[in-house]
């Protein structure tokens, strides 16, 4: 099913916001990179409602890949707002997973992913990656 308004996202990665991908049709969110924008809701707002429109519309999937290296404290907030969503769905019988990568020379990604993870119950795997 296409999104009802045309709404993928994709966003190049900036020196301090994160590369953003949001496929529709796949069920797939992708953030990678640094999150500490100057104005952290105008870059996670379009993020937040595309969370909102999948969950709400589509009964696929939605599996979202965050590998973040650094995050500052509204950007985690922000990431708190899209797991609150995801764990609504969860609760209500969606389909929905994180999985938080993080490169073995930054081990306060995985601490965060953990720190993250403890306050869900939705599948939420931390894995190690190579790329880099």
């Known amino acids: 099913m296409n999104s009802p308004t045309g709404l993928n996202i994709s966003l190049p990665a900036s020196q301090s916001t994160p590369a953003i991908n949001a496929d529709w049709n796949a069920g ?31 009964s696929a999937p939605l599996r979202v890949d965050l590998k973040l290296n650094y ?20 609760d209500e019988g969606g ?7 993080y490169d073995s020379r930054n081990p306060r990604s995985a601490e965060l992913g953990e720190e993250f993870k403890e306050d869900y119950s939705f599948p ?6 190579t790329e880099s």
């Open 124 to 129: 939420f795997e931390i894995l190690l990656t």
């Open 95 to 101: 389909d929905v997973s994180v999985h938080w990568l």
């Open 71 to 90: 995050l500052n404290t509204s950007s985690i907030r922000a990431m708190i707002d899209i797991f609150d969503l995801l764990q609504r769905s969860y």
């Open 28 to 58: 797939l969110l992708v953030m990678t990179g640094e999150s500490y924008p100057e104005n952290t809701y105008e870059l996670f707002a379009q993020v937040i409602s595309w969370v909102e429109q999948y969950l709400q519309i589509i």
